[in-house]
């Protein structure tokens, strides 16, 4: 038996996907239920929100299933050896050499450093003139991936890097420009003044640079820094081997673009709910009053419930990373065959009623009152292909929110209720959002 599938026509579905994603969604849920399917009956799409499911899928054989779509937007941008799309051994390796950097005692390097990059960007803020909040997280979480990862603090590189990043990912940042991503054909080059070839023509710049400074640092041979660039050039798998120059430098495109524009759009959310609502500032405020050390502010609970609940209400992934069925295969009830594409919907399970009552609610006290299962909160994916950067971004959110309450007084400029707009591949929140300083601390 096959789930049930919408029988609106492909165009609609996909301009409905493109510029009205959770509408999309939530329509085809409540009409469909936990597990719906689009596109063709041999090959279909499959979203499935229901958390036993997702259980399934995350536990299943690694066998079953392919991640291997490489072609396309984000092929072409991380590059094949990205970890994103690595099966089987050549994933469990590169995994287990970008673990580290990225857990326990390490995460803790980088907390002075992402205090201070927030307070340097802000210092540039001014009482009461209005400012846009999304390029100013996304500077702090630039320069945050930019100096982590490379080590890098100033300089012509450095620049290039922070100006080529910028301009790449704006480019593609608009619901029209998402067109681009969605369908291949649109992906010609054009010359430099069409949309891809603009797009292949700042990559290649990013390229060059990336290239050169593992080319350097290879030369140099100094492994002694505590940047993840030098941690990676250093790891070892347990034949001894280490990354060449393409598997580092897609590892770091990956690292560079999903750490950096994800992150910035949660920011921006959380800044936006904490002052919709001034009794959530007041509890946050309360807790932070005691300007605790990075280490403290990582532990607090409100906070932490509050980073936990702007992920939950919109993901900026609205699913997690598609598995393609290698093998006939059944699922609560329904029998797939291969090239089947199953995509857990992190956005629908986060809107589920029986986990989360009055689900279109902001209120973080949900993750103080009870634990969620990996099935019912996913906000990084799941199972084998789980985000390795969660405890990173976690950690910024919180760094860089307390770093920012306990210097500034913030008031939304309007205070009607935002929705979410699709920015390439994620969803964030209108880029005219705008917030003032109402007073200096």
């Not at 719906?36 to 399934?56: C, D, L, N, R, W």
């Not at 100013?136 to 080529?164: C, H, N, P, W």
């Not at 920011?267 to 009794?279: G, K, N």
Request: proline share 7%; net charge neutral; hydrophobic share 40%.
């Amino acid at each position: 038996m096959l789930p049930p599938r919408p029988q609106t026509s492909r165009w609609l579905r996909l301009f409905k996907v493109i510029f009205r994603p959770t509408d999309y969604l939530d329509d085809y849920s409540k009409r469909y239920g936990d597990i719906f399917a689009v596109g063709s009956e041999e090959t279909p799409f499959v979203y499935v929100s229901h958390p036993k499911a997702i259980q399934e899928i995350f536990n299943a054989d690694k066998t079953l299933f392919t991640s291997n779509i490489r072609g396309g937007f984000l092929g072409t941008l991380m590059g094949e050896n990205s970890l994103l799309f690595l099966q089987g051994e050549p994933h469990q390796r590169q995994r287990k050499l970008l673990t580290p950097p990225f857990h326990g005692e390490r995460l803790q390097t980088y907390s002075q450093l992402i205090c201070n990059i927030t307070q340097q960007v802000t210092d540039a803020w001014q009482l009461g003139k209005p400012f846009l909040v999304r390029p100013a997280m996304q500077e702090i979480t630039l320069k945050v991936i930019l100096q982590a990862v490379f080590g890098l603090y100033s300089g012509a590189r450095y620049e290039q890097l922070r100006d080529l990043l910028n301009e790449m990912l704006e480019s593609l940042g608009s619901p029209a420009s998402a067109l681009i991503i969605f369908f291949a054909n649109l992906q010609k080059d054009w010359g430099a003044w069409s949309p891809w070839g603009h797009f292949l023509r700042l990559k290649s710049q990013t390229d060059e640079l990336l290239y050169a400074e593992i080319r350097e640092r290879r030369e140099k041979g100094d492994l002694s820094g505590e940047d993840i660039l030098t941690l990676l050039l250093s790891a070892r798998d347990e034949q001894g081997q280490g990354m060449s120059d393409a598997e580092l430098r897609d590892e770091l495109m990956t690292l560079l673009v999903a750490g950096h524009e994800t992150t910035a759009s949660m920011l921006t959310w959380a800044l936006y709910w904490i002052h919709f609502f001034p009794e959530i500032e007041q509890k946050l405020r309360l807790e932070l009053e005691n300007t605790p050390s990075s280490a403290e502010i990582a532990q607090l609970p409100y906070l932490n419930a509050l980073c936990l609940e702007t992920l939950r209400i919109y993901p900026v992934a609205l699913g997690t990373f598609p598995r393609i069925l290698q093998q006939p295969w059944d699922l609560m009830g329904y029998h797939f065959e291969p090239g089947t594409v199953l995509s857990p919907s992190i956005y629908l399970v986060h809107r589920r009623e029986d986990l989360y009552p009055q689900p279109q609610q902001f209120r973080p006290e949900r993750f103080l009152e009870k634990q969620f299962s990996p099935y019912e909160f996913l906000p990084f994916g799941g199972g084998s292909r789980r985000c390795i950067g969660m405890g990173l971004a976690l950690l910024e959110m919180k760094l860089v929110l307390a770093t920012i309450l306990s210097r500034f007084d913030l008031q939304l400029l309007n205070q009607r209720p935002l929705k979410p707009v699709r920015r390439g591949l994620t969803i964030a929140l209108p880029g005219n959002f705008k917030m003032v300083i109402s007073a200096l601390r």
